[in-house]
């Protein structure tokens, strides 16, 4: 290949084809993806959108991404469900702190407000029994999307922009001479030649880059699972999120309820895995009955994992960068941890303003990865099991 393109970006999820369609408007911009589009977590994800709730530390980044969505609505293929999303906290919060939560995102102008069981009750009837809850937080910047349709819609926004998208070629490596980086070479050895390249490879992005920078990522799991029931779930069904099992649910289109959770980190150096766990249907059976009401006979359909995985952060913040220590033209984008697609127009807008070295609408000091000074890979996550019992024997 003999042109040379402005920006080259490793990986065709959503991170990467968020990139391409922030920077092809005024880039030559190349996507290569070594499977398909939206192959790797991408296309796996549930399609939660709370993400005023996960970024609630940093709301201009939160409210950015919550009125993308609600623009997007409509785009292409591309729809957005808005839905009431309520996080269920456990007995051991007491109720005063978690209405001073809610306050602050109120104050921060978000649309939350806490809710006692009888609360919940008033405004979802018959939708849950809380034995061992202290209330739940209800968002209302919040819905689901399909992954999949997200990322193809996007990747056609870039590509009616001019970029170009090569599906199926694994690059091999960063071409770098003299500190700069010049292209990559691919596993045919050909060299692409850009003045700069983002690596946007999901948990690989780590092992990929490692030669010229260390960051602090670990890949690990989410396992989903759908379930036939009795009951009719309309539109009021709320998505919500149980502090004691770390699972979530919402309705799907066909009535079915999707849950998902069962985290675990991925044992390096990462094996593929397509099968849920064992201890994943246990913790749903244990749990969703005595959630929800009115379930009625259920059975578990449709199991699903990712093969590899999502690549997680000490802090759950992504990490977007072209480090100091990296060659010249360098910029890395991955540590998405379970919120990738939800912070899809966030980090989207992150690599524009690292690459182009723009202002934004938010600061994107939060994502450097200066902010760690251990790039080891040992830390763990409240979020993310480590529990054998959930993972089972092959994790
Ligand atoms: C079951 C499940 C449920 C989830 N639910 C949600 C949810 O409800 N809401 C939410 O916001 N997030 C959710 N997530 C997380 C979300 O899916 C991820 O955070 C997000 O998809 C990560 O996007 P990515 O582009 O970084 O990674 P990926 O989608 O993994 O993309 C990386 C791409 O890089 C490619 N690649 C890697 N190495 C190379 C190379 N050397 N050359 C070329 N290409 C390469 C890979 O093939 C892959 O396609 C969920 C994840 C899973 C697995």
């Given amino acids: 290949m003999s042109q040379k393109y402005d920006v080259i970006i490793v990986g065709g999820g959503i991170v990467g084809c968020m990139a391409a369609r922030e920077l092809a408007p005024d880039h030559d911009v190349l996507v290569v993806e070594r499977d398909q589009i939206g192959g790797g977590a991408t296309g796996k994800a549930s399609g939660l959108v709370t993400v005023v709730e996960e970024y609630s530390d940093t709301p201009a980044a939160a409210a950015h991404a919550i009125e993308f969505f609600r623009e997007y609505d409509g785009t292409g293929h591309f729809s957005f469900h808005e839905r009431s999303y309520v996080e269920l906290r456990s007995d051991e919060h007491d109720v005063a702190s978690l209405r001073d939560h809610a306050a602050t995102l109120r104050e921060n102008g978000f649309d939350a407000a806490f809710h006692t069981p009888d609360e919940l009750e008033n405004r979802f009837p018959d939708t849950f029994e809380l034995d061992g809850h202290a209330g739940g937080i209800v968002y209302e910047d919040a819905g689901w999307l399909d992954p999949y349709t997200f990322v193809t819609t996007v990747k056609e926004d870039a590509e009616r922009d001019g970029a170009t998208f090569l599906t199926g070629v694994e690059v091999d490596d960063l071409a770098v001479e003299d500190g700069s980086i010049v292209g990559v070479d691919t596993e045919a050895d050909e060299r692409i030649r850009a003045e700069q390249v983002v690596v946007a490879a999901g948990w690989r992005t780590r092992q990929f880059v490692s ?122 984008a991955t540590g998405t941890h379970g919120f990738g697609i939800m912070a899809a127009p966030v980090i989207g807008t992150a690599i524009r303003m690292v690459v182009t070295d723009e202002d934004g609408p938010f600061s994107v000091d939060e994502f450097s990865l200066d902010r760690f000074e251990d790039r080891s890979t040992d830390f763990g996550s409240s979020y993310i099991a480590e529990s054998p019992e959930l993972v089972g024997p092959q994790s």
């Fill in 211 to 332: 030669e010229h920078v260390s960051i602090p990522t670990r890949p690990y799991r989410y396992q989903t699972y759908n379930l036939d029931h009795e009951r009719t779930l309309t539109e009021e069904f709320p998505m919500a999120w149980d502090e004691h099992s770390h699972l979530y649910f919402r309705a799907e289109p066909n009535g079915e309820l999707h849950i998902g959770g069962g985290t675990y980190f991925v044992k390096p150096p990462g094996t593929p895995r397509s099968t849920t766990t064992e201890g994943f249907q246990r913790l749903i059976a244990g749990t969703i009955p005595e959630l929800i009401t009115n379930l009625g006979e259920a059975q578990f359909v449709a199991g699903d994992t990712c093969r590899f995985g999502d690549s997680a952060t000490p802090d759950r913040y992504p990490i977007i960068d072209a480090p100091a220590e990296a060659p010249e033209g360098l910029a890395v």
